[in-house]
């Protein structure tokens, strides 16, 4: 696969907690939905295959081994809102659910 994150890819990701790994992939899925609403679908998948990258990426991280069972459903369930959408989720869940880890990673460096 060619790595669109070349950085995080090279080791930067690693250094991350899974609140900000995760953040991180809110904002490629965030982008996805937005382009796909606005009917970029070039982007929208571009978008989609980086979100999928981190969330690889994220299984890879060692130190994540413990948690990863709500990263594989939420991966699942990306993928599913791409596709059929047989779980019914909407943009408005997805913007949701991803924002709470981004105010968290902020809140956990301003501390």
Known sequence: M???HTQQAD????K???VEQLANIGSEV?????WRKKGNQEYSL????????????T????KNSQRLKEVARAREM???SFGD?????TDEQWQKYFLEFTYLAQNLKGL
Not at 11 to 14: E, K, R, T, V
Request: charged fraction near 20%.
């Open 85 to 89: 959408n047989i779980y019914r989720s």
């Open 78 to 80: 990306f993928v599913d």
């Open 16 to 18: 991350l907690s899974l």
């Open 30 to 34: 965030i982008r996805a939905l937005n």
């Open 2 to 4: 060619n790595n669109q």
């Open 59 to 62: 299984f890879s991280d060692s």
């Open 46 to 57: 571009l978008a989609f295959v980086r979100a999928l990258e981190l969330f690889d990426l």
């Open 11 to 14: 080791g930067a990701w690693f």
